[in-house]
């Protein structure tokens, strides 16, 4: 079945979807907590790590085509996974968040999901021995440190989320979904 047949370039414009799901989660942080500087700042830094990402796929995507490796064949079960990923939903977490621990706790789970497993994988094939691969792992191995700057458990909980009318417009066109 054509449907099985997975190539790298399908894996690599699903992993793009999911990172800017990713991204746009943590921008939708920055929103609820623009009124806590440091807790801002955290998110506005988590964002930026997933832009740094999605420009890493970017730069695999055009080493991928010009080296006419867009058609090889992956393994059906990575595409898969990946595009579990890529359906992931920042409204649905959104939805979830009162209070700055529980935007830790989505963060959390939002880093457990592997997106970032998929892309190193991706890096070491389509960069092996690079520096590019180099660069891309030590920034894959920081990308978590800004959450370390939310201390602790009390004063995140005492921290409110300020929900702006975009995201309440955007969580509910996902509930009628
Ligand atoms: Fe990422």
């Known amino acids: ?7 790298l370039g399908q894996l690599i414009d699903t992993l793009i979807t999911s990172e800017q799901a990713t991204e746009r989660f943590y921008m939708g942080l920055v ?6 500087p440091i807790a801002a700042e955290v998110w506005w830094d988590m964002a930026a790590g997933e832009a740094s990402h999605i ?10 085509m010009a080296a006419g490796l867009w058609d ?4 059906a079960a990575l595409l898969d996974q990946a595009r579990r990923l890529a359906s992931f939903s920042p409204e649905r977490l959104w939805a979830r968040i009162q209070n700055l621990e529980d935007a830790y706790q989505a963060a959390h789970e939002v880093e457990g999901m592997e997106f970032d497993a998929l892309l190193e994988p ?9 520096i590019r691969n180099r660069l891309a792992r030590s920034q894959l191995d920081s990308h978590q440190d800004p959450l370390k700057r ?6 995140r909980r005492s921290i409110e989320a300020r929900i702006p009318e975009e ?11």
Do not use: C, N, Q, Y
């Open 150 to 155: 939310l201390k602790t458990t009390e004063w």
């Open 1 to 7: 079945m054509a449907e099985r047949e997975a190539t």
């Open 167 to 177: 995201v309440t417009m955007a969580i509910s066109k996902e509930k009628i979904k």
């Open 31 to 36: 929103e609820l907590f623009l009124h806590e």
């Open 122 to 130: 991706i890096m070491i094939d389509v960069f092996p021995g690079d």
């Open 72 to 75: 090889e064949p992956v393994d």
């Open 55 to 64: 420009w890493l796929v970017e730069k695999a995507r055009e080493a991928v």
